[in-house]
């Protein structure tokens, strides 16, 4: 018979060679190995763990479900009233900064009694990560979950009205003139850092500008007006309307469904990878896992000058944090930064300070150690791109600069231990959300002007850097 014996075993591995090269030029090969990296490695326990898991991580509202409460009960002291809508548009910066913008500006809409469109943002610049303020505008759920907002905003907030688009309001077409653009300090200019010294009579002055603008007395259901907000900063004092208000307020943004994902499964992979106690169904556990900020992109670098700000400094930055690493005692690290150059460089330099031991400061125990060798501390460095494997490894590829901060900024809430800078809103909003499960209402309860408490480290005191925006006075958690 034709092809017997060695023959066709020369046949068959020629027709297998010239399939796999052929599925590896159509770029194939990558959804090959895929599928038998999930055959080998995937076992179906492992994945019905990780499902399970991920369901219960993406399930944790961090650090608890929304309260709507507080919310209603501010609302309730307002009167809505049609023919004002409110929109709050182009929105710039990284998540901490344009989530507290959105804030700001429906907590604003309330004061004005109006409607409000669903918030947009500003597109940053791929090409140049400086440039933020671009005439690129993108919908809400470019960042964050735009039906989670509008449901928790008219839960919240009943008498208030969402609409998608500006020209969906009744009788936007007979509008009351052009768009009028408002600041929402423009009432009181001369505030205080602390914020505006009283966000209560803001509804009067808005009326009063209204008239001022010779709209008041026109204004009408089927002559509305139409007023944008434009980009202020930090000028609202979050715990005017109490501390319960200002807890659930924040709640009401929640980041897009896919990255809550992404971030779920590295929490899984630290999980399985390092051996970790991570329960998903905990907001944070202890022992586990630290968080470091690194805020040494060039966005950070450009804005403040190493020569001026201390910790823009690379070496001073990473002292801090090994310092705190240490004290902590925790054996992985999760890096949070932009830049990848300087992740490799803060892995390293750990390596090399824990492989150089203890200082000289230790020189008085070295007969005790050489009775008893310490066996030397081995501490791993990972972040979110070493984390991800096959296809959430290209979903998170597929996701811009400020996406990927996303995860980030959902894995470093469930961190045991955290620590950041003073003069980026990311580490602030972290920090400020995670205090709200420590056991002391002052901020710096464990030794800081700045803020320090059993969870999260601001590094530094207010004297170690040129000024401290007024992060915690005008950022909601």
Same mark, same amino acid.
């Given at each position: 018979m034709?092809f ?53 991580a ?13 919310i ?6 307002t ?6 809508l ?14 507290n913008q ?6 604003y809409a ?28 993108? =919908?809400?759920d470019? /960042?964050?979950?735009? %039906?989670a ?5 008219? &839960?919240?907030?009943?008498? #208030?009205? +969402? ?19 408002l ?8 505030? =205080?850092?602390?914020? /505006?010294?009283?966000? %209560?009579?803001w509804?009067q002055?808005?009326? &009063?500008?209204?008239?001022? #603008?010779? +709209?008041?007395?026109?204004l009408r ?24 208000f ?12 896919d ?27 202890p ?12 966005d ?14 690379m ?13 902590t005692g ?11 150059t ?12 824990l492989?150089?031991?203890p200082?000289?400061e ?26 991800l ?9 597929g ?11 959902l ?10 800078v ?51 006075y005008g950022?909601w958690?």
């Amino acid at each position: 018979m034709l092809f017997q014996g060695p023959p066709l075993v020369v046949f068959s591995l020629a027709v297998i060679l010239l399939f796999v090269w052929s599925l590896r030029l159509l770029g194939v090969h990558e959804v090959l190995s895929d599928l038998v990296s999930s055959f080998f490695d995937e076992t179906p326990s492992r994945q019905h763990a990780e499902s399970a898991f991920v369901r219960q991580a993406m399930g944790v509202e961090f650090p608890a479900p929304i309260d709507y409460g507080p919310i209603r009960q501010v609302c309730s002291r307002t009167r809505f009233r049609p023919g004002v809508l409110f929109s709050c548009e182009g929105q710039h910066g990284g998540i901490g900064m344009v989530r507290n913008q959105i804030l700001k500006c429906v907590r604003y809409a309330i004061h004005g009694g109006g409607a409000v469109v669903v918030p947009s943002m500003a597109l940053r610049n791929a090409k140049d990560i400086t440039d933020i303020e671009t005439a690129t505008e993108v =919908p809400l759920d470019y /960042l964050l979950d735009r %039906e989670a907002f509008v449901t928790h905003l008219t &839960e919240g907030c009943p008498g #208030m009205r +969402v609409y998608e688009r500006a020209a969906d309001f009744p009788s936007y077409n007979t509008r009351i003139g052009e768009p009028l653009s408002l600041l929402g300090d423009q009432f009181e200019p001369d505030h =205080p850092r602390e914020g /505006l010294r009283h966000p %209560e009579t803001w509804r009067q002055s808005f009326d &009063e500008w209204l008239d001022q #603008m010779s +709209v008041g007395d026109r204004l009408r259901p089927d002559a509305p007006v139409h007023v944008r907000l434009e980009q202020s900063f930090l000028e609202y004092p979050v715990r005017d309307d109490g501390d319960a208000f200002a807890r659930e307020f924040g709640k009401i943004l929640s980041f897009r469904n896919d990255t809550r994902a992404l971030a779920a499964k590295i929490l899984f992979e630290l999980k399985t990878g390092f051996g970790l106690p991570i329960d998903p169904a905990r907001a944070i556990n202890p022992d586990a896992f630290y968080g470091a900020h690194l805020r040494l992109e060039e966005d950070a670098t450009s804005a403040w000058s190493p020569d001026e700000w201390r910790f823009s400094r690379m070496e001073d930055q990473f002292e801090e944090q090994f310092k705190n690493l240490e004290r902590t005692g925790l054996g992985v690290v999760y890096v949070a930064s932009g830049n990848q150059t300087v992740v490799d460089v803060f892995a390293q330099r750990l390596h090399d300070r824990l492989a150089a031991g203890p200082g000289p400061e230790k020189e008085k125990k070295k007969e005790k150690k050489k009775k008893k060798k310490k066996k030397k501390r081995d501490v791993r460095v990972v972040t979110k791109h070493d984390l991800l494997r096959g296809p959430d490894r290209r979903r998170l590829d597929g996701l811009t600069f400020d996406q990927q901060a996303l995860v980030d900024f959902l894995v470093m809430f469930r961190a045991s231990a955290f620590m950041g800078v003073a003069h980026s809103s990311f580490p602030w909003t972290i920090a400020l959300r995670r205090h709200e499960l420590s056991g002391s209402a002052e901020y710096g309860n464990e030794g800081s002007d700045l803020l320090r408490d059993e969870y999260s480290i601001i590094m530094g005191m207010e004297a170690d850097y040129p000024y401290v925006d007024p992060f915690v006075y005008g950022l909601w958690p």
